[in-house]
């Protein structure tokens, strides 16, 4: 679990930076950069949420910055 979270944090810091070049990165490009692995895909939304990301829902399945 402590690995799912290490990797999870890993990601979200190289969401971020994508995240800031592009202004919003999808879903499914966050499933792609986890390898398709539901508990760090899951771990990296929340991250990206405490981070104060705008995460989405499931109509707009996207991350973006909560002021844009």
Do not use: F, H
């Not at 290490?6 to 969401?15: D, G, P, V």
């Amino acid at each position: 679990m402590e690995q799912c979270r290490q990797e999870a944090r890993k990601t979200t810091e190289l969401l971020s930076e994508e995240i800031l070049k592009t202004g919003e990165v999808s879903w499914k490009r966050i499933l792609e950069v986890t390898d398709y692995d539901e508990l760090v895909y899951k771990l990296t939304l929340k991250y990206l949420r405490l981070k104060g990301y705008d995460i989405g829902n499931s109509t707009i399945p996207r991350v973006k910055n909560k002021d844009t």
